[in-house]
């Protein structure tokens, strides 16, 4: 039993509440058809996400083919894409559900900071996780630092008034945890999500989970 003392609790979004690959990766692909580029299969997209709409664009298309004006024009077309499907496919995944409902009946202190836009995770939070209350849903508005920048976890623990050693930052990527660490706060790596265990431990993860479940293991 791990004795931390977990008195808030920071998730990422894509790949640790909410299963968003599939819909991610058909509006890209569906961006690059209708332009004569290149497909890429789903599972390719668990690398290409992770640091914000813009680097998703330029990751999936080809060397050679990432001028500026070029993913400029991909980037409209991938928001406008995804815009209309987002809630086509997307799910939380089994047992975050059930794990939320833990929290909230200790009414502990839960956050949403994603590097998706803004506008995406609030939207997706409000539909997908409306069921639960989150004191702050964080994407990324122009000029917002991106994880691993830790500036946006601190804003949240001062706006919730706990400190940040206090604080559970859970994820499924590298950049959550290096955030995690910039932070001081506890990085929880999540097995379930985009990318694997030797990823989280190399950027620094205190611990991992195989479950939602196992994240009340972390609390006092």
């Known amino acids: 039993m791990f004795q931390v003392k977990g008195r808030a609790v920071i998730f990422d979004l894509d790949g640790t509440l909410l299963d968003t690959l599939q819909d991610i990766g058909e509006a890209m692909n569906t961006s690059l058809r209708e332009h004569g580029f290149p497909e890429h299969p789903l599972d390719a997209y ?13 990751r999936a ?5 990432r001028g500026e004006a070029l993913v400029a024009k991909l980037l409209e077309i991938m928001r406008e894409e995804y815009g209309r499907r987002w809630h086509d496919h997307s799910l939380p995944f089994p047992g975050v559900p059930e794990m939320l409902d833990r929290l909230e009946s200790r009414g502990l202190p839960k956050a949403v900071f994603s590097n998706k836009p803004h506008v995406f995770t609030v939207e997706m939070v409000e539909e997908m996780l409306g069921d639960w209350s989150f004191i702050a849903v964080r994407g990324i508005l122009p000029g917002t630092p991106r994880k691993p920048d830790p500036a946006v976890a601190l ?4 706006e919730i008034k706990i400190p940040p050693q206090d604080i559970l930052f859970v994820g499924d990527s590298d950049l959550d945890m290096l955030a995690a660490r910039a932070a001081g706060m506890f990085g929880i790596g999540v097995l379930w999500g985009f990318r694997d265990a ?3 431990l190399g950027a620094g993860a205190r611990a991992l989970m195989a479950h939602p479940r196992e994240l009340l293991n972390f609390l006092i």
């Open 198 to 200: 030797a990823e989280l």
């Open 46 to 58: 668990r690398y290409f996400v992770g640091e914000g709409v813009e680097t998703l664009v330029r």
């Open 155 to 158: 804003e949240i623990s001062r």
């Open 61 to 65: 298309l080809p060397e050679g083919q």
